[in-house]
């Protein structure tokens, strides 16, 4: 497996979390479309999906270091 590949797909994955935690603004979004009820466990799914998010590219910066060293 490249480190391109663990890194890309990790790094869109991490920035779609990332957005997805702004929660003032998915307050307003979803406030706007009555959904507000489903924000009160956003944060169980959107922290632990950043994290799992960040691993792929953690790891694939690492072999490119042992590759490239």
Known sequence: MHDRTLITPGAI???VAAICC???LLVVV???VGLTAWLANA????IPAL???L??????LYRRRLHHG
């Open 55 to 60: 691993a792929p590219i953690a790891f694939g």
């Open 43 to 46: 944060d169980y799914v959107l």
């Open 51 to 53: 994290i799992l998010c």
């Open 22 to 24: 702004m929660t003032p």
């Open 30 to 32: 979803f406030g706007a």
């Open 13 to 15: 994955g991490a920035v």
